[in-house]
């Protein structure tokens, strides 16, 4: 009787736990919105998608941030995206099991390095490589604080999530299946290009999915090289200034301006807004993904 009443306590406590930390985001969420709802009610929806940010002025126009984080965010998308697949399809159907083992704790260990730290090296090399060589080449001119530095920056910060995922998710179609292409007549490249990838697609969306909104925000590295112009860039050597960027570097100096304060604050609840979407939609696929291999 005791040890049926600890079961059923431990149970409880457990349940409790879970669904505390599932409710967190959205307790977050509504905190975020209550205090930043307060610039709606002073200021019309289309003033804060303008391109006017001056708060000296009370003029909080969203659009350059939105702008410069879809360009950082699509442009290291593009970059990681090609690189990560083939990384991927490599470990997966080409390198021997020594390998693998050897390899992928590396593109794991991307991932647990600090954000501060790939923003020091950004600073470092990135910054140095796009001013003295990549725009002189194109007959561009920059500081190299730039779209581009935090685009490449960004891209090998998302690696290991889009290798990692694409890597299982390719692993998981079944063997007998390629074998069937084998017996075909196909070789190994034809039966990845139109039997793994095929079957695996879903997979690869919902990991661009996941490194999308780890990219979209990533904050410290990416407000160390993107340069920090609150102006819309017109080419990726243009500086730009991303919605992390913005809340991580104005936020703790300006909460004693209720304006300004409510304004960053809803920034922060877009910016959840679209992480939460994202997150949720890849969660979806991968669980559409799990119910047809069973």
């Known amino acids: 009787m005791e040890r049926r009443l600890k079961d059923a306590l431990a149970s409880k406590l457990m349940l409790i736990a879970t669904v505390l930390s599932s409710l967190t985001v959205f307790f977050i969420a509504l905190a975020l919105f209550q205090k930043g709802s307060f610039i709606l009610t002073t200021r019309p929806l289309s003033h804060l998608f303008s391109s006017s940010w001056q708060p000296s002025k009370s003029q909080f ?14 442009l290291a998308m593009v970059l990681a995206i090609p ?4 990384c991927a399809i490599y470990l997966a159907e080409y390198a021997s099991k020594s390998v693998r083992d050897i390899l992928k704790p590396l593109v794991d260990l991307l991932s647990g ?3 501060v730290v790939y923003g020091v090296w950004g600073v470092l090399v990135i910054v140095p490589i796009i001013r003295d060589y990549v725009a002189p080449a ?3 001119t920059t500081t190299g604080y730039s779209i581009l530095a935090g685009g490449v920056l960004l891209a090998i910060m998302v690696f290991p999530i889009v290798i990692s995922v694409s890597e299982e998710v390719f692993r998981s179609v079944p063997y007998e299946v390629q074998e069937a292409s084998f017996a075909l007549g196909a070789t190994r490249w034809q039966t990845v290009k139109h039997v793994v990838i095929r079957k695996g697609l879903p997979g690869i969306i919902a990991a ?3 490194g999308f909104s780890r990219a979209f925000g990533e904050t410290m590295a990416v407000l160390m090289v993107v340069g920090n112009v609150a102006r819309a860039p017109s ?5 730009g200034y991303t919605l992390p960027a913005l809340i991580a570097n104005s936020y703790g100096e300006m909460m004693s301006i209720p304006l300004y304060d409510s304004a960053l604050l809803l920034a922060a609840f877009i910016l959840l807004l679209v992480v939460f979407s994202f997150n949720v939609a890849a969660r979806i696929i991968l669980m559409r993904i799990e119910r047809r291999m069973r």
């Not at 126009?61 to 699509?74: H, N, R, S």
């Open 61 to 74: 126009g969203f659009y350059p941030f939105i702008i410069g984080t879809l360009w950082v965010t699509g």
């Open 235 to 239: 080419t990726v050597f243009d500086p």
């Open 83 to 86: 690189v990560s697949l083939l």
């Open 138 to 140: 194109v007959g561009a």
């Open 113 to 115: 390095i600090p954000s």
């Open 208 to 210: 661009v999915i996941l």
